[in-house]
């Protein structure tokens, strides 16, 4: 046979490139009352949001460890710079960032996407937007997308207090606790009524700086029959010390309306991505998630939709790669809550090179939800010995006319189907890239183009070297 | 004599410890078509995949020269490359990928160049009309689904496509009905004739044959050549079968 190759760590040039700190402030490391009163401080918080801060750390120094995922002993907040601001306010013209932040999303193909095939972009750089801007014609249909801190001082500062960590509040779980107590940047997007989002909207959320962590508060609001895709991108080079994502996204859905959220997460391997995503949806509205987890040490992500109107639905569709030093368990939540909701998930997760992949997934059926629906789907591909996959669903019905379904498939990728793929004179490597970028493709074909190619390099990028 | 496209000797191939094939010997040349006939479990799949270098099938002894180089220890995709085709009995059904893409990565790694979506796309509708498939079909899912007899049409597609020195054909004829043997054939004659490809064809029905011009035909059994002759063979086993053969 010929000689096989095995590389450890992949050729992650393409997003694993440092800037140096130029930053203009850097808050000093760990988790303090002060160090909270001075992030406030710096961001010029209404006194309600102070007061929310300082609510929130209360709860997080009250509030144990999260104690039923992946271990995360090698997280110490002590160690976790919590905020550090950029040397630039947010700009609406790419030409105003600082070269050295406006290359890196170059680098990550931004500012070209937002040419060809955006209606927005939010961009931010640790831990505040460095760019922000909306095509002229979504906001003269009276779209508001716009960064948190602008939106909690502007006119919709009404509407961002009654929803802020309204569906995620800080007693949630520790990491809720911690967001509140210290979020920084984010998006605000209200559709309003009867508005149609022809293309998408974009954040991009970049990590630069070294043991930071990152917050962003992500809040969208679609009003009744309006329609909206949100794109969100993760990034961040790799460091030794470990970095720290604990974001937020809220998202309300009203009667009728419908919200895609797309997320292509790509976090270096010493991240710890604590996020936590949740959509209310009323009478007749639509979530579709779209998720693609590909990066980060340890993963804790479990979208939850709450369908809290009749015939409200939910859409699931996640890919997890856990490669070599990872550990993802990530999956999804959904809450039946009012008659003829349905859900849908389907889910496929991959582990290679001694990764862990977890798909965890709940299910909800409540008194008040009578003919609800939903089918679970999660398939999970092992690329070698060494690599472990879990599925954990849980269904809870408290109604006798729910409909629920639930499948589960584990797999290797068949030797038969790499001899015929390369029977045709593609090589090895390219064929189980190939296969493997088959068993995703049910996120790739919900995504947009350029995010689907997107993916699939990320996919061949993990698939490199893996022969043998 | 003309050059010999493929050349095999003493050729021993195992499965797992059992060995399968015991010395075979077997010359084709540049456009020539050779049937390959014998008994049900005789060797013949284990010849035609051992000759594609599937890894299940351990050569133990013997040599594979295909144009000139020894081709015994290439990898399969390798030997893709130089020009060889392997038309699979049960094609595999892969998810997630179209039958063009799939078509298109394979024809770019096989010229080594990037083809234009406008010319692949020509290239591939006439091909598929020929074939008398579905356009559809391009875009379907690789064999996903697909009837035993798209599956084998597909085989066909993509020897025309791909276009190789010499092809295999593992039992392309199998589970097809009349009409479907004829499209088949036709394809496979297209490929013969104006191609100047050169087959070795494995069958158990001459109904294929019909159509094509034959030039040498090989009886295996229990993993031996134990004749080789001309085109009236076919003609002959069809009618009284191997029997007469296999007692010596």
């Known amino acids: 046979m010929e000689e096989k190759t095995f590389v450890e760590d992949i050729d992650r040039s393409l997003y694993d490139f440092r800037n140096e700190d130029k930053d203009a402030y850097r808050i000093e490391e760990g988790l303090t009352k002060e160090i909270v009163e001075q992030i406030s401080r710096e961001k010029h918080d209404p006194e309600w949001m102070r007061e929310f801060r300082l ?6 120094n009250k509030t144990p460890m999260v104690q039923w995922g992946p271990s995360i002993e090698g997280l110490n907040m002590d160690n976790i710079v919590t905020y550090v601001r950029p040397n630039t306010k947010m700009q609406g013209k790419w030409e105003d960032v ?18 060809t095939s955006l209606a927005g972009v939010g961009a931010q750089y640790d831990s505040e937007l460095v760019y922000h801007n909306v095509r002229k014609e979504v906001e003269e249909q009276g779209v508001v997308y716009t960064d948190m801190e602008s939106a909690l001082n502007g006119p919709y500062a009404d509407m961002v207090k009654e929803h802020f960590m309204m569906l995620v509040p800080p007693t949630d779980h520790k990491f809720a606790a911690l967001h509140g107590a210290v979020w920084s940047g984010g998006s605000f997007v209200y559709v309003p009524k009867g508005v149609k989002v022809a293309i998408p909207l974009q954040s991009y959320f970049r990590l630069n700086a070294k043991g930071a962590g990152q917050f962003e508060h992500t809040l969208i609001i679609v009003d009744e029959g309006a329609d909206l895709h949100f794109i969100e991108g993760c990034s961040a080079p790799k460091y030794n010390v ?37 959509a209310l ?27 809290n109107g009749e015939g409200a639905h939910s859409e699931f569709t996640g890919v997890t790669f856990a490669g070599h030093g990872q550990n993802l368990d990530t999956g999804c939540k959904v809450v039946h809550n009012a008659p003829h909701t349905t859900s849908v998930v389907n889910t496929r997760s991959i582990s290679k090179s001694g990764g862990i992949s977890t798909f965890r997934s709940s299910v909800v059926v409540t008194n008040k939800a009578k003919q609800a629906k939903s089918s679970v789907s999660c398939q999970s591909l092992m690329l070698d010995n060494i690599s472990r996959s879990d599925t954990i669903p849980a269904i809870d019905v408290r109604t006798a006319d729910a409909d629920i379904g639930h499948e589960a498939k584990i797999g290797r990728i ?37 995010y689907a190619v997107e993916m699939n390099n990320l996919i061949r990028l993990e698939m490199q070297g893996s022969i043998g | 004599m ?34 390959l006939m014998g008994p049900n479990g005789a060797g013949k799949s284990t010849l035609g995949y051992a000759l594609m270098g599937n890894p299940k ?73 020929l074939l008398q498939m579905d356009n559809k079909y391009a875009e379907r899912d690789l064999n996903t689904g697909f009837s035993g007899g798209e599956k084998k049409k597909a085989e066909i597609l993509q020897l025309l496509m791909l276009n190789p020195q010499l092809a295999i054909l593992d039992e392309t004829d199998s589970g097809l009905d009349v009409d479907a043997v004829k499209i088949v054939s036709q394809g496979i004659k297209t490929f013969q004739e104006h191609r100047n490809g050169a087959l070795l064809i494995i069958t158990h029905n001459t109904k294929i044959l019909e159509a094509l011009h034959v030039d040498k035909t090989h009886i295996l059994a229990q993993g031996s050549i134990i004749k080789n002759a001309g085109p009236e063979l076919v003609e002959e086993i069809s009618k009284h079968g191997f029997e007469q053969f296999l007692q010596k």
């Open chain 1, 281 to 307: 949806v009323a009478e007749g509205g639509t979530i579709e998630w779209v998720s693609g987890s590909f990066g980060s040490h340890v993963s804790y992500l479990y979208p939850m939709s709450v369908l």
């Open chain 1, 242 to 278: 470990a970095n720290l994502h604990a974001g937020c996204v809220e998202l309300f859905i009203a009667k009728n309306a419908k919200l895609r959220y797309s997320t292509i997460e790509n976090w270096s391997k010493n991240m710890y991505n604590l996020n936590t995503k949740r």
């Open chain 1, 98 to 115: 600082p070269d050295d932040i406006k290359d890196t999303f170059e680098r990550l193909g931004i500012p070209q996407a937002e040419q």
């Open chain 1, 414 to 450: 068949s030797d038969d189907a790499v001899f015929y793929l390369m029977s045709r004179g593609i090589s090895e490597e390219e064929a189980r890239a190939m296969i493997v970028s088959g068993f995703a493709d049910n996120v790739s074909k919900e995504l947009p183009l350029e």
């Open chain 1, 55 to 60: 609510k929130s750390l209360d709860v997080y």
């Open chain 2, 2 to 35: 003309a050059e010999e496209l493929l050349q095999v000797r003493n050729l021993q191939v195992n499965v797992e410890d059992k060995q399968i094939l015991h010395s075979i010997d077997l010359d084709i040349k540049p456009g020539e078509t050779h049937v």
């Open chain 2, 57 to 129: 099938y351990t050569i133990t002894g013997g040599s594979i020269v295909f144009n000139g180089e020894d081709i015994t220890k290439l990898s399969v995709d390798k030997r893709a490359k130089a020009g060889l085709f392997l038309s699979f009995q049960n094609p595999l059904e892969v998810p997630g990928i179209s039958l063009s893409s799939f078509l298109k990565t394979a024809l770019e790694q096989q010229r080594g160049v990037r083809i234009k979506a406008w010319d692949f796309r020509k290239e591939l509708r006439q091909a598929m009309a």
